[in-house]
């Protein structure tokens, strides 16, 4: 009999319960017992869904109240000192007191994990790490499952991951020297688990889909040899990508399973099977088979085929079907969708549906007849394959048609610098500002309003067109330099570009989890990709109207398009991209010809982007920067593109970065007082730069002298002529009032070093 299994479930919640329960939580409103009793709910509600949905083995420890990487540290006992000494369990207080920081502690740092949108929590590691077990979460859920009649396979973040992804905070310490001291708490957790009645548990060990170190692989072995016999029987689980060249390791580990991610790495299926002779002896092998990553509804016959190869060589005994990864990153439930058009909502599959996707092909494996659910799944992917919504000749004769004059400014930048300077006329140290202002709670009761048919159209942009021509005239008062419209008509900067361009879709209710009680709704692209109509024309000429001062349009990049949404797996990202590209190419022409000087594109999502293998980075780079030289290479050379970044390591990819071709480019440095800057000075980055003042992620307002002092150590790096001064990200989560004194400290210091002082 061939094993359905899970590997993880959202833990939000259909309807975002858990975000309500934390966020009330968090507000004082209900008590640490009651936020656990909803946790339990959902928990409750989320094991016996599984079980109706057929699978065989069901995830438990999955659910967290914040973030898995967290868990794993509140197990480990690893709380940094900050957060009060550990006294037998970590406490929720300590444990949010983690995640968000106290007045008097700051949060531990947040990061992605992997290459998706969670962010996880960085675990700490100073001189004397002292480690114990601080938690008996894995037992306590493994208990509270099997008393509702379910015997669940623990889930634990390995040990190596989790080390991997740590932080030492004092130099010197070396996170995989830590392993040791924390191999015992693994193994004792592992003893409490079999004690406790538990067969399996699985470690998700996904660093082995990265480039490992020596170390790294040491670490591996010596991890698993004692790990392995310790408790209950271990599927080793790794995903989001190929073990590739970790493959033999992987195998080599005295584990009773291994997972493998076939839906991102189909391809190591056919190594699996040659390394059977002798490697495998009689491994367990869950195949991941399901897109956990995405929203599409699976081929099942294409799936069963794999599946049925491996049952070949391997006996159905020693398969199990499973998503390719944990189900965290797509949304609960496509019941809850009624607002898609019906022939799109047949080609999806969320979470649940999934469930049923694995369950399907497990009977299949076992020899049931699933003849009509493979011929619903043939028929969804016929009509997608088939259907002029999603194709659209004119878009792909003309992404084929793109030639690399088209990506290409025809001057280089030191002459369009000069057409520019004619134009603009700014000073030395020009000012300006990311793009968004406040969206203050009237502006955000506005659009509700407006959704809700409360606000007329008419009255809406009435509303809106106050609150642009406020924004210009603060701008001015504050004596900025380049304007901006301030993005009041935007809820998100990729939703606004996504609901006006074709071959993107929304969903009511797609939440994901980012981190925390923080859930996206990710945006569908279905679809060839095309922009109708001008998206932003109107705003950026009514704005530009109001002032003599040159204003910029904001656009959102292509990258960045992509990287925030569910993208289409029927072609490759790179010509999903090409076309976002030549949508928003179109908006650039637009607004040069509607009269605006300079135009932004953002990019924050670039780096990201970049694959978990160094040795996908080149060819991802290439498509990438090609399809923001693409959106941006229309214009004029007197016409000043501006692009924003706003993650901060950029060492690795500075030839990129510089590719681009971007004139302006305003980064995140702030966090990292400058330092970051030196990679663009020994690198020699040719065009201008706006290293962020003002870190806006924190209410502090940073004083004149502060500014002036980073600026200086700007300059010692980038020569002053190509510097400009603004803040490090966007200001829409932002108070006015901290907002108006930083700026003013910030226009105050390019005066500054205007007047050499
Ligand atoms: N222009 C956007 C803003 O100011 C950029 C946001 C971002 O970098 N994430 O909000
Ligand atoms: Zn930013």
């Not at 540290?73 to 037998?88: D, I, K, N, S």
């Not at 994990?113 to 001189?127: A, L, Q, R």
């Not at 681009?660 to 040719?686: H, N």
Request: aromatic share 8%; proline share 6%; charged share 20%.
């Amino acid at each position: 009999m061939a094993i359905a299994a899970n590997l993880g479930f959202p833990r939000i919640g259909a309807r975002r319960e858990l975000k309500t329960a934390l966020e009330a939580h968090w507000a004082g409103r209900i008590s640490a017992e009651d936020l656990a009793a909803e946790g339990a709910l959902l928990r409750a509600r989320h094991w016996a869904l599984q079980k109706e949905a057929g699978l065989d083995v069901i995830p438990s420890n999955d659910f967290s109240f914040y973030d898995q990487v967290l868990d794993a540290t509140a197990l480990l006992g690893a709380v940094p000192e900050r957060f009060g000494p550990l006294q037998g369990a970590v406490t929720p207080a300590q444990y949010f007191a983690m995640a968000r920081g106290t007045k008097t502690a700051p949060a531990m740092e947040m990061t992605k994990w992997f290459d998706t949108n969670y962010h996880y929590i960085v675990p700490e590691f100073t001189d004397g790490q002292a480690f114990r077990l601080g938690s008996l979460k894995p037992v306590e859920e493994f208990l509270e499952a099997k008393a509702q009649g379910i015997l669940t396979r623990p889930v634990l973040l390995g040990p190596v991951t989790w080390l991997s992804l740590g932080k030492a905070k004092t130099a010197g310490v070396d996170p995989l020297a830590l392993l040791p001291a924390i191999l015992p708490i693994y193994a004792d957790i592992l003893r409490r688990l079999r004690q406790a009645g538990a067969e399996w548990v699985q470690i998700d060990e996904p660093v082995l889909v990265t480039d490992l170190s020596q170390g790294q692989a040491r670490a591996l072995r010596s991890a698993y040899a004692d790990l392995a016999e310790a408790g209950p029987k271990v599927m080793l689980a790794s995903y989001f990508g190929a073990l590739d060249d970790n493959l033999d390791l992987a195998l080599s580990l005295p584990t009773a399973g291994l997972h493998l991610d076939l839906v991102r790495a189909p391809g190591q299926i056919a190594q699996v099977l040659a390394a059977e002779s002798g490697q495998l002896s009689d491994k367990v092998l869950s195949l991941g088979l399901v897109d956990g990553r995405n929203v599409w509804r699976a081929d099942l016959a294409q799936a069963l085929t794999v599946a049925q190869q491996a049952a070949q060589a391997f006996g159905t005994e020693r398969i199990q079907i499973a998503p390719s990864c944990s189900l965290l990153h797509v949304p609960v439930d496509l019941a809850a969708e009624t607002g898609l058009e019906e022939d799109l909502r047949g080609w999806l599959a969320f979470a649940t549906q999934k469930l049923a996707e694995v369950a399907v092909l497990s009977r299949a494996l076992a020899g049931a007849d699933v003849a009509a659910d493979l011929a619903a799944s043939d028929a969804a992917a016929a009509a997608r394959r088939a259907s002029p919504r999603i194709h659209d000749p004119r878009v792909k004769a003309r992404s084929a048609a793109v030639t690399a004059a088209d990506l290409a400014r025809p001057a280089p930048y030191a002459q369009r610098a000069r057409a520019q300077q004619a134009v603009l006329a700014l000073p030395a140290f020009p000012t300006t500002t990311i793009g968004s202002f406040p969206q203050t709670a009237e502006v955000r009761r506005a659009r509700a309003d407006h959704r809700k048919g409360l606000l007329s159209d008419a009255d809406y942009t009435g509303f809106l067109q106050r609150e642009t021509e406020a924004c210009i005239r603060q701008q001015e008062d504050l004596g900025l330099d380049m304007l901006v419209h301030g993005e009041f008509e935007r809820t998100d900067m990729v939703e606004y570009f996504g609901e006006k361009l074709s071959g993107y879709a929304f969903t009511q209710a797609g939440w994901v989890q980012s981190y925390g009680s923080r859930c996206v709704k990710p945006p569908l692209i279905y679809g060839d990709v095309s922009r109708p109509q001008p998206m932003t024309v109107d705003w950026a000429r009514f704005a530009q109207a109001l002032t003599d001062r040159p204003v910029k349009g904001m656009l959102t990049g292509p990258v960045t398009l992509l990287q925030w949404s569910f993208v289409r797996d029927d072609q490759p990202r790179s010509e999903t991209c090409r076309q976002i590209a030549l949508a928003i190419r179109d908006e650039v022409a637009d607004l040069e010809a509607a009269g605006l000087r300079a135009i932004q594109i953002d990019e924050p999502a670039l780096r990201e982007g970049l694959p978990l293998r160094r040795a996908d980075w080149t060819g991802y780079l290439h498509w990438a920067v090609d399809a923001f030289r693409l959106s941006a290479a229309c214009v004029r050379d007197a016409t000043q593109i501006h692009t924003h970044m706003c993650y901060s390591e950029f060492s690795d990819i500075m030839p990129s970065i510089a590719a681009m071709d971007a004139d302006v480019l305003s980064i995140e440095t702030s966090r990292s007082d400058m330092d970051l800057l030196q990679d663009f000075g020994s690198f020699a980055y040719p065009n201008e730069i706006g290293p962020g003042l003002w870190d806006i992620h924190s209410p502090r307002v940073p004083s004149h002298a502060q500014m002036v002092t980073l600026l200086r150590k700007a300059s010692s790096v980038i020569p002053a002529e190509r510097l400009w001064v603004n803040p490090d990200c966007g200001l829409k989560t932002r108070a006015w009032p901290e907002t108006l004194a930083a700026l003013r400290n910030l226009v105050a210091a390019a005066a500054a070093l205007r007047a050499g002082d």
